[in-house]
């Protein structure tokens, strides 16, 4: 126990890590925090008048954004995962393992091993955090004064064996255990096809290559196709009204993870050494700049036609995630200026380590909060930042235990049994 509580606390990395990843990965996970929050606050508050004032004002852009701090975890994903397979690759770690077996055998065995590993080291903390929010929101339906925000008492015990899968979101939302679980199947998925691609990479490359951009290009039209036909409009009002159909859905989310492969192949193509002249440099950082800022507050007193609205749909994550790719390589590289130091400072690691079991627990956090209320949240700015300051501070330490508790053990356990001994540390 005490090891693994030190090993979340370390401030050292390993030597194949990415050190800006922890930063990325904390922010954004603040970042859904608080967008969790304003959702949760706004559905419970009795002033909806000062609601309507505040989702028409341009800082509000902020909270509506939060959609693409998953973004950034789907580039993180496919980045980490093409990173570090091309390296292990290249120093022969996976040929010692294959060794003696045909290409086909050699083949579906990583694909094995690699999502026996994602499956081993993800579903521990998963499986008991869906346990708590079936018994939690059973108590709720029956005593809470409103109306629980979902029925997880019902589809649970029905559907646990989707989330297991990690299949739930190729399934109707009405039927969905642990709404905010969509990332993780959809992650997971992701997962799978990167195995595939990277496998396949070994001995053809163009081939993988190909395939990966018809799967982007495919996902970009499809995106735009469904929002078209959907006739979808980004609103401030309900920005989560084509859910079922745009957002969970992993044809439509599969962009920004092939951006972060491609980034992840090219900072092992360059061994993390390009060199770039100053104002090149400076170029590339005002362009992601500069579509950052378009991507958060573009929408601000827009409105869009309907085709305009499905480009932009289809298009607007993946740009998200080309930006983090930016960032990624540039301060991966020795041009990252002032980001870098801030994005890899070691205050920011056991954030970033506990980040998967963070994002399991706040959402059962803000549900505990939410339905032991007796009466309606007049809503406040005030209000709003103090619920979303305790939430984190209660959600990282709550995830640092079921870490401790359930994922690092895992963890412990696989690199004891890795025929390698020693895997990269993230």
Same mark, same amino acid.
Request: aromatic share 16%; proline share 4%; glycine share 6%.
């Given at each position: 126990?005490?090891?693994?509580?030190?090993?979340?606390?370390?401030?050292?990395?390993?030597?194949?890590?990415?050190?800006?990843?922890?930063?990325?990965?904390?922010?954004? $996970?603040?970042?859904?925090?608080?967008?969790? =929050?304003?959702?949760?606050?706004?559905?419970?508050?009795?002033?909806?008048?000062?609601?309507?004032?505040?989702?028409?004002?341009?800082?509000?852009?902020?909270?509506?954004?939060?959609?693409?701090?998953?973004?950034?975890?789907?580039?993180?994903?496919?980045?980490?995962?093409?990173?570090?397979?091309?390296?292990?690759?290249?120093?022969?770690?996976?040929?010692? +393992?294959?060794?003696?077996?045909?290409?086909?055998?050699?083949?579906?065995?990583?694909?094995?091993?690699?999502?026996?590993?994602?499956?081993?080291?993800?579903?521990?903390?998963?499986?008991?955090?869906?346990?708590?929010?079936?018994?939690?929101?059973?108590?709720?339906?029956?005593?809470?004064?409103?109306?629980?925000?979902?029925?997880?008492?019902? =589809?649970?015990?029905?559907?646990?064996?989707?989330?297991?899968?990690?299949?739930?979101?190729?399934?109707?939302?009405?039927?969905?255990?642990?709404?905010?679980?969509? &990332?993780?199947?959809?992650?997971?998925?992701?997962?799978?096809?990167?195995?595939?691609?990277?496998?396949?990479?070994?001995?053809?490359?163009?081939?993988?290559?190909? +395939?990966?951009?018809?799967?982007?290009?495919?996902?970009?039209?499809?995106?735009? &196709?469904?929002?078209?036909?959907?006739?979808?409009?980004?609103?401030?009002?309900?920005?989560?009204?084509?859910?079922?159909?745009?957002?969970?859905?992993?044809?439509?989310?599969?962009?920004?993870?092939?951006?972060? $492969?491609?980034?992840?192949?090219?900072?092992?193509? =360059?061994?993390?050494?390009?060199? $770039?002249?100053?104002?090149?440099?400076?170029?590339?950082?005002?362009?992601?700049?500069? =579509?950052?800022?378009?991507?958060?507050?573009? +929408?601000?007193?827009?409105?869009?036609?309907?085709?305009?609205?499905?480009?932009?749909?289809?298009?607007?994550?993946?740009?998200?995630?080309?930006?983090?790719?930016?960032?990624?390589?540039?301060?991966?590289?020795?041009?990252?200026?002032?980001?870098?130091?801030?994005?890899?400072?070691?205050?920011?690691?056991?954030?970033?380590?506990?980040?998967?079991?963070? &994002?399991?627990?706040?959402?059962?956090?803000?549900?505990?909060?939410?339905?032991? +209320?007796?009466?309606?949240?007049?809503?406040?700015?005030?209000?709003?930042?103090?619920?979303?300051?305790?939430?984190?501070?209660?959600?990282?330490?709550?995830?640092?235990?079921?870490?401790?508790?359930?994922?690092?053990?895992?963890?412990?356990?696989?690199?004891?049994?890795?025929?390698?001994?020693?895997?990269?540390?993230?």
């Amino acid at each position: 126990m005490k090891a693994n509580v030190l090993q979340i606390f370390e401030q050292s990395v390993g030597a194949d890590t990415v050190p800006v990843v922890h930063g990325l990965k904390s922010l954004s $996970m603040v970042w859904v925090i608080f967008g969790h =929050t304003c959702i949760v606050v706004f559905k419970y508050a009795d002033n909806t008048a000062l609601r309507a004032i505040l989702e028409k004002s341009f800082w509000f852009q902020l909270i509506l954004s939060a959609v693409y701090s998953v973004d950034t975890f789907f580039c993180l994903g496919g980045m980490l995962v093409s990173f570090l397979y091309f390296r292990t690759n290249s120093k022969g770690k996976l040929d010692r +393992l294959i060794k003696g077996k045909r290409k086909v055998t050699a083949g579906i065995l990583q694909f094995l091993g690699l999502m026996g590993y994602r499956f081993a080291r993800l579903t521990a903390p998963y499986l008991f955090m869906l346990g708590v929010v079936e018994v939690i929101m059973k108590w709720f339906a029956h005593n809470a004064v409103f109306e629980p925000p979902a029925m997880d008492h019902e =589809t649970c015990p029905q559907y646990w064996w989707r989330n297991l899968l990690y299949i739930n979101t190729l399934f109707p939302v009405e039927q969905m255990c642990m709404l905010w679980s969509w &990332y993780l199947s959809d992650d997971t998925q992701f997962y799978a096809v990167s195995a595939i691609l990277l496998i396949l990479s070994t001995s053809h490359f163009k081939l993988s290559a190909a +395939l990966s951009g018809v799967f982007f290009i495919s996902s970009l039209f499809t995106t735009g &196709y469904v929002s078209w036909s959907n006739e979808h409009i980004p609103n401030s009002e309900d920005p989560f009204t084509q859910f079922d159909k745009i957002y969970d859905k992993p044809w439509t989310r599969l962009g920004p993870y092939l951006v972060g $492969m491609f980034t992840g192949w090219i900072l092992f193509k =360059t061994n993390l050494k390009i060199r $770039m002249n100053r104002i090149w440099a400076w170029v590339g950082w005002a362009i992601c700049t500069g =579509t950052l800022l378009f991507l958060i507050f573009g +929408l601000y007193k827009t409105e869009l036609s309907v085709g305009a609205a499905a480009v932009y749909s289809a298009l607007s994550h993946s740009l998200w995630a080309a930006c983090i790719g930016w960032i990624i390589v540039a301060c991966s590289t020795g041009h990252g200026g002032w980001v870098r130091p801030l994005l890899s400072a070691p205050v920011l690691y056991p954030f970033s380590r506990v980040t998967y079991c963070t &994002y399991l627990v706040h959402p059962v956090v803000l549900r505990y909060v939410a339905m032991h +209320l007796n009466h309606p949240i007049h809503l406040g700015e005030l209000l709003v930042f103090v619920l979303f300051l305790g939430l984190t501070v209660i959600s990282f330490f709550l995830a640092l235990v079921i870490s401790v508790a359930f994922e690092a053990p895992i963890v412990t356990m696989l690199k004891i049994l890795s025929p390698n001994r020693r895997p990269h540390r993230v």
